[in-house]
């Protein structure tokens, strides 16, 4: 087996609707000095920075170029991933196991208040020849697909809306959350039609947050930390980006992604090996179709799963008790990092009124979003 | 030495042109099938794919990475973009390097792509939303702008006089009509002049229309092998020796332009990797990066193959020709073969990879070479990328 990479520090902003006190900058620095001053470190002693930017999104073009001041990476090897933050995370782990890195520090940022036509924008991610001429919204993508998760008897309408109380019910227990709510899965069902079947309450609200993590090698791991968290497996996959020819039903980017990170990990049942999963839940059934695709549970199986408590806090796999996309809110790029951020707390028991008891073994799954078929996922542990 | 050796052994480039009747989609799948072909190759063999695009602005393709995907053959396979701006071109293949020296992957495809003819009626306009929203995008500022103001820098400090730019011109655009995927056109003719660059337009001062890189439309592509690999498929292996990337403060305003510290950076940390303590007679044949006529000399400075200030010296010399001590930008470069900007970028490496095969045969240049070096730059005038290969 490979050499480990430790995550030794982590920093974030709280994660929330608006973020009028901060600049996007400022929100990346606030989360840096954080992460600096828990793996007590400086930037100079940085071997090498990731960032997490897609152009669109930041209102630039060429958005790496203003990456780097608010993390102090000036003159220093930066580079931004167009991905999610786990794509990032991926690109840390690769640097630091080709043994000339040993400290990565690795960024992601989701400045959504500033966006005022994000679903227009999300139209822009449609293939220009073929999609975009039908006029269609984004959303309608996730309603076909939705659509067909359904007609294939892998859940009911009622186990998809189970999955946002349950996220909705976590987040008030995170005090990073802005989106938490107690609700019945009638008030999902009785919400505003977005693109039959998704109705309003079933899409993760947008947030802004930023999260900066430290990684180091194992050999240094003991000077930056008394509670390193293993990164032990890490994938990423993607599918057909065209529509016309990918897998509707199976998130089938999710399931190589899942596959590649359990073999790194040495993980061959992970329905057994895994104490809790963060997987993207960007739309209520998604969660469902990712878990299966993770082989957490069988294939038709996680709907009902949900209904009977095993996904909940207590439950035999606890899933998304950070709240999760619908409840902490979704932050675009730095998805990835809220679901990592959470896998660090509960791994180092510090997790307070939501911690998962005995929690050893986590995964973050990360989704790119509509519409595309691109997925990542990590294994970490204590 | 831990991590595993990485080699070239395939590249392939689609021809550079001004609008292609191509979607960005298929001129990925033409560059990649040609690497493949190039070393025998299918994508069954291809266990990643990095990607090197730039702006998603040119395409108006919101996450252009992922639209590209399947283009690039990465459908189903762990496929990942990289961007660092007008240096993606080269990081592109440093994003491979440690997707294959970490132990991850055996093989990269690496592909490079642009699309910039998408942009009606010019790209120019779609430049203006690289600057800062509130501070510089309201001046309506493009690249020719700050370049205007970069090359003055240079120049003035180094008393540098425009024939000697004009020059650099003048060389890489007669390379370039030895390419075979030169974009038509963008070379007058066999006998371009010094002259006949200081006659064309001024863009704005001092740069005038023949020191610039034309807007392009292309894709190239790289196979990269674990040393395992790699000496399955190929007796002539080009391995990936050093690798180095630096990125300068967004404040652009606040750096004296006249010297390319990034660039000396990111050169200083591949030849750190790559072992050498003496890059002026270890390195043989060099493709600094030549969007604007003066950014050769630059960027020969910043790599330090040349003295601050000595690179136009060493120009008029002969020094950078294809048969002189140095030769750089035998390709042709940007200002010869094209700029589609990150394909330009891997289209450089690629130049470097037949070089030192001896496969570049009507640009192959004179003397014997073991080690050459590529590198791009890009952003506000803030990254460089450096990738040394040897073989």
Same mark, same amino acid.
């Given at each position: 087996?490979?050499?480990?990479?430790?995550?030794?520090?982590?920093?974030?902003?709280?994660?929330?609707?608006?973020?009028?006190?901060?600049?996007?900058? /400022?929100?990346?620095?606030?989360?840096?000095?954080?992460?600096?001053?828990?793996?007590?470190?400086?930037?100079?002693?940085?071997?090498?920075?990731?960032?997490?930017?897609?152009?669109?999104? /930041?209102?630039?073009?060429?958005?790496?170029?203003?990456?780097?001041?608010?993390?102090?990476?000036?003159?220093?090897?930066?580079?931004?991933?167009?991905?999610?933050?786990? !794509?990032?995370?991926?690109?840390?782990?690769?640097?630091?196991?080709?043994?000339?890195?040993?400290?990565?520090?690795?960024?992601?940022?989701?400045?959504?208040?500033?966006?005022?036509?994000?679903?227009?924008?999300?139209?822009?991610?449609?293939?220009?020849?073929?999609?975009?001429? =039908?006029?269609?919204?984004?959303?309608?993508?996730?309603?076909?697909?939705?659509?067909?998760?359904?007609?294939?008897?892998? @859940?009911?309408?009622?186990?998809?809306?189970?999955?946002?109380?349950?996220?909705?019910?976590? +987040?008030?227990?995170?005090?990073?959350?802005?989106?938490?709510?107690?609700?019945?899965?009638? !008030?999902?069902?009785?919400?505003?039609?977005?693109?039959?079947?998704?109705?309003? %309450?079933?899409?993760?609200?947008?947030?802004?947050?930023?999260?900066?993590?430290?990684?180091?090698?194992?050999?240094?791991?003991?000077?930056?930390?008394?509670?390193?968290?293993?990164?032990?497996?890490?994938?990423?996959?993607?599918?057909?980006?065209?529509?016309?020819?990918?897998?509707?039903?199976?998130?089938?980017?999710?399931?190589?992604?899942?596959?590649?990170?359990?073999?790194?990990?040495?993980?061959?049942?992970?329905?057994?090996?895994?104490?809790?999963?963060?997987?993207?839940?960007?739309?209520?059934?998604?969660?469902?179709? !990712?878990?299966?695709?993770?082989?957490?549970?069988?294939?038709?199986?996680?709907?009902? +799963?949900?209904?009977?408590?095993?996904?909940?806090?207590?439950?035999?796999?606890?899933?998304?008790?950070?709240?999760?996309?619908?409840?902490?809110?979704?932050?675009?790029?730095?998805?990835?990092?809220?679901?990592?951020?959470?896998?660090?707390?509960?791994?180092?028991?510090?997790?307070?009124?939501?911690?998962?008891?005995?929690?050893?073994?986590?995964?973050?799954?990360?989704?790119?979003?509509?519409?595309?078929?691109? +997925?990542?996922?990590?294994?970490?542990?204590? | 030495?831990?991590?595993?050796?990485?080699?070239?052994?395939?590249?392939?480039?689609?021809?550079?042109?001004?609008?292609?009747?191509?979607?960005?989609? /298929?001129? @990925?799948?033409?560059?990649? *099938?040609?690497?493949?072909?190039?070393?025998?190759?299918?994508?069954?063999?291809?266990?990643?794919?990095?990607?090197?695009?730039?702006?998603?602005?040119?395409?108006?393709?919101?996450?252009?990475?992922?639209?590209?995907?399947?283009? +690039?053959?990465?459908?189903?396979?762990?496929?990942?973009?990289?961007?660092?701006?007008?240096?993606?071109?080269?990081?592109?293949?440093?994003?491979?390097?440690?997707?294959?020296?970490?132990?991850?992957?055996?093989?990269? %495809?690496?592909?490079?792509?642009?699309?910039?003819?998408?942009?009606?009626?010019?790209?120019?306009?779609?430049? &203006?939303?690289?600057?800062?929203?509130?501070?510089?995008?309201?001046?309506?500022?493009?690249?020719?702008?700050?370049?205007?103001?970069?090359?003055?820098?240079?120049?003035?400090?180094?008393?540098?006089?425009?024939?000697?730019?004009?020059?650099?011109?003048?060389?890489?655009?007669?390379?370039? =009509?030895?390419?075979?995927?030169?974009?038509?056109?963008?070379?007058?003719?066999?006998?371009?002049?010094?002259?006949?660059?200081?006659?064309?337009?001024?863009?704005?001062?001092?740069?005038?229309?023949?020191?610039?890189?034309?807007?392009?439309?292309?894709?190239?592509?790289?196979?990269?092998?674990?040393?395992?690999?790699?000496?399955?498929?190929?007796?002539?292996?080009?391995?990936?020796?050093?690798?180095?990337?630096?990125?300068?403060?967004?404040?652009?305003? &606040?750096?004296?332009?006249?010297?390319?510290?990034?660039?000396?950076?990111?050169?200083?940390?591949?030849?750190?990797?790559?072992?050498?303590?003496?890059?002026?007679?270890?390195?043989?044949?060099?493709?600094?990066?030549?969007?604007?006529?003066? *950014? /050769?000399?630059? !960027? %020969?400075?910043?790599?330090?193959?040349?003295?601050?200030?000595?690179?136009?010296?060493?120009?008029?010399?002969?020094?950078?020709?294809?048969?002189?001590?140095?030769?750089?930008?035998?390709?042709?470069?940007?200002?010869?073969?094209?700029?589609?900007?990150?394909?330009?970028?891997?289209? *450089?490496?690629?130049?470097?990879?037949?070089?030192?095969?001896?496969?570049?045969?009507?640009?192959?240049?004179?003397?014997?070479? *073991?080690?050459?070096? @590529?590198?791009?730059?890009?952003?506000?005038?803030?990254?460089?990328?450096?990738?040394?290969?040897?073989?």
């Amino acid at each position: 087996m490979r050499e480990r990479v430790a995550i030794a520090g982590v920093g974030c902003t709280a994660f929330a609707s608006v973020s009028p006190g901060s600049s996007y900058r /400022e929100l990346t620095y606030e989360a840096a000095v954080k992460a600096y001053e828990e793996a007590g470190i400086e930037p100079k002693d940085v071997d090498s920075f990731v960032c997490t930017s897609e152009d669109f999104l /930041e209102g630039y073009s060429i958005s790496d170029e203003y990456c780097n001041d608010q993390l102090g990476a000036v003159l220093k090897p930066a580079q931004t991933i167009p991905g999610d933050f786990l !794509h990032s995370l991926a690109v840390g782990v690769m640097h630091i196991l080709t043994e000339r890195f040993d400290v990565v520090v690795v960024q992601a940022l989701s400045k959504a208040s500033n966006m005022k036509t994000i679903p227009e924008m999300i139209n822009f991610a449609l293939d220009p020849v073929l999609n975009r001429p =039908l006029d269609i919204t984004a959303y309608a993508v996730a309603g076909l697909e939705m659509n067909r998760f359904l007609a294939e008897g892998k @859940a009911t309408r009622e186990q998809c809306a189970a999955v946002v109380v349950k996220n909705k019910a976590n +987040a008030l227990k995170n005090p990073s959350a802005g989106y938490g709510a107690s609700i019945t899965v009638d !008030h999902v069902l009785d919400s505003e039609p977005v693109a039959e079947p998704v109705r309003l %309450l079933d899409i993760a609200p947008y947030a802004d947050g930023a999260v900066v993590m430290v990684l180091c090698s194992e050999k240094l791991a003991p000077s930056l930390t008394d509670k390193p968290v293993w990164i032990t497996g890490i994938g990423w996959s993607t599918d057909s980006p065209t529509m016309e020819s990918r897998d509707w039903s199976e998130a089938v980017a999710v399931r190589l992604a899942g596959d590649m990170a359990y073999k790194m990990a040495g993980i061959t049942c992970p329905a057994k090996e895994i104490d809790l999963a963060e997987v993207n839940d960007e739309i209520s059934f998604k969660e469902l179709q !990712h878990l299966e695709a993770l082989r957490l549970f069988e294939p038709g199986q996680a709907g009902r +799963a949900t209904e009977d408590g095993k996904t909940s806090l207590g439950g035999t796999l606890p899933v998304n008790v950070s709240g999760g996309g619908l409840g902490v809110g979704h932050l675009f790029e730095c998805s990835g990092a809220q679901k990592v951020l959470e896998l660090v707390l509960q791994l180092r028991g510090e997790a307070v009124s939501r911690q998962v008891q005995g929690a050893g073994v986590g995964l973050a799954q990360a989704w790119r979003g509509i519409p595309t078929t691109s +997925a990542a996922v990590a294994i970490l542990s204590a | 030495m831990a991590y595993q050796r990485v080699a070239i052994v395939g590249a392939g480039i689609t021809k550079f042109v001004r609008r292609a009747q191509e979607t960005g989609k /298929e001129l @990925a799948a033409q560059a990649s *099938k040609m690497a493949l072909d190039s070393c025998g190759m299918t994508m069954k063999d291809i266990e990643s794919v990095s990607l090197g695009t730039a702006p998603d602005a040119f395409d108006g393709v919101h996450m252009k990475g992922e639209y590209l995907a399947d283009g +690039a053959g990465a459908t189903r396979k762990p496929f990942m973009r990289s961007f660092v701006g007008g240096g993606s071109g080269v990081y592109a293949i440093i994003h491979g390097w440690y997707h294959v020296a970490s132990g991850h992957f055996d093989t990269c %495809l690496v592909v490079a792509e642009e699309k910039m003819s998408s942009t009606m009626p010019h790209p120019q306009a779609a430049f &203006n939303t690289i600057y800062d929203q509130f501070t510089e995008r309201p001046l309506g500022v493009n690249l020719l702008w700050i370049f205007a103001l970069e090359m003055n820098r240079y120049m003035q400090v180094h008393k540098i006089p425009l024939e000697t730019i004009a020059q650099v011109s003048v060389k890489n655009k007669l390379n370039g =009509l030895d390419h075979p995927c030169h974009q038509e056109g963008i070379t007058p003719g066999p006998h371009l002049t010094v002259k006949d660059v200081l006659e064309s337009e001024v863009m704005v001062w001092p740069v005038y229309r023949l020191m610039v890189s034309p807007v392009s439309d292309g894709a190239a592509a790289l196979v990269l092998a674990s040393e395992r690999v790699a000496k399955r498929m190929t007796d002539k292996p080009v391995w990936i020796e050093g690798v180095g990337w630096h990125l300068d403060t967004s404040y652009w305003t &606040n750096r004296d332009l006249y010297y390319p510290r990034y660039v000396e950076y990111a050169a200083r940390m591949a030849y750190r990797m790559a072992g050498i303590t003496d890059p002026r007679k270890e390195i043989h044949v060099v493709e600094p990066y030549d969007p604007f006529a003066y *950014k /050769e000399l630059h !960027h %020969l400075e910043g790599l330090l193959l040349a003295d601050k200030g000595e690179a136009p010296r060493l120009l008029e010399k002969g020094v950078f020709n294809r048969d002189g001590e140095l030769p750089s930008c035998p390709s042709g470069g940007l200002l010869g073969v094209g700029n589609p900007i990150s394909a330009a970028g891997t289209m *450089k490496v690629a130049e470097i990879f037949w070089q030192l095969r001896g496969e570049a045969g009507a640009r192959q240049v004179a003397r014997p070479v *073991k080690r050459g070096l @590529a590198q791009a730059w890009g952003d506000l005038m803030q990254v460089g990328t450096v990738v040394v290969l040897g073989r």
